[in-house]
Every structure is written in C-alpha cells, then in structure tokens.
C-alpha cells in the first residue's frame, strides 16, 4: 500500500497544479460525450444489477472532483489555499453543476437515455467525498511532516549515494 501511495504522490507531483485545470476540462468534455450518447450507442456490459450506473456516476465524476482538488490544493499540506475558505466550491459545486447539466439537458436530447436525480445525487456525492477524503489525507501529511520536523529529520531521500530534496508545489 505504501509503495502505489508513494507511486501515486509521484504521478500527481509531476505535473503543476495549472495542468490539473486543464485534466478537470478534459474530464467534463469527456463526461458531456458519454452523457450524449444515444442508449443504442452504450456499451453493453452484460448483466448488471439495477441501478449499478450510479456507481459509475460516482467513479466518473470522483475522477473530475480529483482533478479539481489537486487544482484547488498545494501539493504541500502546510500551505494554504489560494482559494481561502471557498477552496471547498469548485471540489463539491462544480461535479454537482456539471452533474445537473448532464441529467437535466445533455441526456434529456439523447435518445433512448433516461433522466434520473439519484444520478445527479451521485455525481454530488462523488464530489463531497473526494472533498473530505482529500482534506483528511492533506492533515495527516501535515501531521506527519511536523513530526518528521520536531524530530529534526528533513524530508530528503537518499539514493544511490546521492541526497534528492523533494521539491513539491
């Protein structure tokens, strides 16, 4: 488990948070196609059990909330912010917005596609979670890197003989 964490810190930490901007506009689009979609064209998965598609509300629209938060936050959890005490709104409020849009005009014009609020509450409920569990995992860095400093360790790796200071945004 600490091996994917450190693997998955390494992925989000190559790109600056701009570029995250631009994957959360990416996942929109992407969302807006499926959305508009005609049933005919859906892929079949085979039997799945009812309302088994809001799973897959939630999984696609975590996907966006993830991107928006890395957007929102700097990768390092001592830092703030920039959006201050809102930084909560683009995280839950737009995955909601773009939730609602989707249900209420995208799938109204495909054919065959049913609107449906439970979607809606999934794609709201895939952005408070990612939410909290960012903001849950950003304090037990925190926590940690203070601990890491009372004990006077830096967070510097060394490999192969050589010192590589992690350099974080």
Same mark, same amino acid.
């Given at each position: 488990m600490r091996g994917l964490v450190r693997l998955l810190d390494g992925v989000i930490a190559l790109f600056p948070r701009r570029a995250w901007w631009f994957f959360? *506009? *990416?996942c929109v689009a992407l969302i807006a196609y499926s959305g508009s979609r005609p049933a005919s064209e859906l892929p079949d998965?085979?039997?799945?059990p009812p309302h088994s598609d809001k799973f897959l509300h939630f999984v696609a629209y975590a996907g966006?909330?993830?991107c928006l938060f890395r957007a929102v936050f700097p990768l390092v959890a001592t830092r703030p912010s920039p959006w201050g005490k809102l930084a909560w709104a683009p *995280? +839950?409020? +737009?995955p909601s917005i773009v939730g609602a849009v989707d249900e209420a005009i995208i799938q109204g014009m495909a054919r065959g596609r049913g609107? %449906? *609020?439970? %979607?809606?509450v999934a794609d709201t409920l895939a952005g408070v979670t990612v939410f909290a569990a960012g903001v849950v995992w950003r304090e037990r860095v925190r926590r940690r890197d203070e601990e890491l400093r009372r004990r006077g360790r830096s967070r510097v790796r060394r490999r192969h003989g050589h010192s590589f200071r992690q350099t974080r945004q």
């Open positions: 959360a *506009v *990416v998965f085979g039997y799945l966006l909330a993830a *995280v +839950i409020l +737009i609107q %449906d *609020v439970w %979607d809606w």
